[in-house]
């Protein structure tokens, strides 16, 4: 049975040390995707490759073979332009190869290449990212984990290295490490890490502290100035029964005094699962609690995940929402994954993508072949300000980086012809667009 990593907050993912956490928004995409494959928590886009193989049912069936990702696709509608697809190959029982396509008009277009090594525990100990370079057409290095277990701990690590590639050198260069510390009962207590900034080496220290029922209760940051430590963050974790209720976090004032930053209050389900959890920021005016952020979680009869929904508040006090829906080949294995958000004009859920997944070749959908992608018409390209498209009625319209993610989705009503590229860095942009005549798609350069 492969084991869904991608449903962490749920069933229990690893967490990286709480002073490294803050900088991990800035790391690449490869890195990334390769952390939250082993099962860590690391914000960005989510990794593509959701299930990561058991051990020992790893030549058993199902075995996922391939993704395949539809732009506002459905099922019920014959409506199938194809976005991401990755193919799983396995060289050998320890290792897993994802490869990561993109659709480009009318082919597969190769974004990365994934290798994962585990050892006889099934734990990830090497992670090899390769980039695809379209100036020679292979993949060149981007970026390498390595994970150095603790003993027999499914999800510990004694220390582990993430290296990037440097094209001008052509070698591997340190980006940061982590270096572990455990008590005699294999619990965590202290966490270095060092990393750099500006080219200038930084180093924090996170010290782990547990109640009388063993229990995390407490995680302290420092900064590290050669043997002096300086207080950053504290986090407090409250439980009952072993269920965590509510966490706390808390900045240093820099005069031996903390300031309330946001905390975090849990509810269950019967079975000891994530119900819902609310996140509050302080607001430093009044000096109480805000609600900013809303995930509420659904099970099926069986205890497995089917939907997960989150509310986000924003600056103009309303909510963004997002809804992810699933529904299972076998066991624990995800046959689909959809992604919605939540049109607050219309006043209802709109379908953004969806994710099917295959094994052994076989799957709980048969496969559709792609729709025709005609060329989108942009201008001016290249752009700065803003760029307007040819496309009549209401268009729907998704604008990619680089690596494929989704950078900004737009609903564009009858008259609406014009995006704007604000905050937008220079650089090739992929854009999708479609309305009731059909599929379109073009590349957007954005000069600043």
Do not use: C
Request: charged share 25%.
């Amino acid at each position: 049975m492969m084991m869904a990593f991608a449903m962490s907050p749920v069933f229990g993912q690893k967490q990286l040390p709480a002073s490294l956490q803050s900088y991990a928004v800035n790391w690449g995409y490869s890195v990334k995707q390769m952390f939250q494959a082993a099962g860590y928590d690391v914000p960005g886009p989510k990794a593509s490759f959701d299930l990561v193989p058991n051990f020992d049912t790893r030549s058993n069936e199902p075995r996922l073979d391939s993704t395949i990702t539809y732009y506002g696709y459905d099922v019920t509608h014959q409506d199938s332009l194809p976005l991401m697809r990755n193919v799983y190959t396995y060289p050998q029982d320890d290792m897993q190869v994802n490869t990561e396509y993109f659709y480009d008009f009318d082919h597969w277009t190769p974004l990365s290449r994934t290798v994962m090594v585990f050892d006889e525990l099934d734990r990830m100990v090497d992670a090899f990212a390769q980039v695809y370079d379209d100036a020679i057409g292979d993949f060149i290095p981007d970026s390498r984990i390595e994970f150095y277990p603790h003993e027999n701990s499914l999800t510990e690590a004694d220390s582990f290295f993430v290296s990037g590639w440097s094209v001008e050198f052509k070698a591997w260069y340190r980006l940061f490490s982590v270096w572990n510390t455990f008590d005699g009962s294999g619990r965590l207590r202290e966490s270095l890490s060092s990393t750099t900034l500006f080219e200038f080496p930084i180093v924090f220290l996170d010290r782990y502290y547990y109640n009388n029922d063993g229990d995390l209760s407490g995680v302290e940051s420092f900064n590290i100035d050669g043997e002096e430590e300086y207080p950053s963050s504290r986090e407090s974790f409250w439980y009952v029964d072993h269920l965590l209720q509510s966490s706390t976090i808390e900045t240093s004032d820099g005069f031996n005094g903390w300031i309330a930053e946001s905390k975090k209050e849990y509810t269950y389900t019967p079975f000891r699962k994530e119900e819902l959890v609310k996140s509050f920021l302080i607001n430093l005016q009044t000096n109480d609690w805000e609600l900013n952020q809303v995930i509420g979680y659904v099970y099926d009869s069986s205890e497995r995940i089917i939907q997960r929904e989150e509310a986000s508040a924003t600056e103009e006090g309303g909510w963004d929402r997002l809804l992810k829906t699933f529904d299972y080949f076998q066991d624990e294995s995800f046959a689909s994954e959809g992604n919605w958000y939540y049109d607050n004009q219309l006043d209802e859920w709109v379908l953004q993508d969806k994710k099917y997944y295959f094994y052994n070749q076989t799957t709980a959908y048969d496969p559709i072949d792609p729709s025709e992608t005609e060329v989108l018409m942009m201008w001016p390209n290249p752009a700065s300000d803003n760029v307007q498209f040819g496309l009549e009625g209401s268009v729907s319209l998704q604008l990619f980086g680089p690596a494929g993610q989704i950078l900004r989705q737009h609903e564009l009503n009858t008259g609406d012809r014009k995006l704007d590229l604000s905050g937008l860095p220079s650089g090739a942009y992929y854009v999708k667009a479609k309305n009731e005549d059909g599929h379109f798609a073009g590349t957007l350069i954005i000069q600043q």
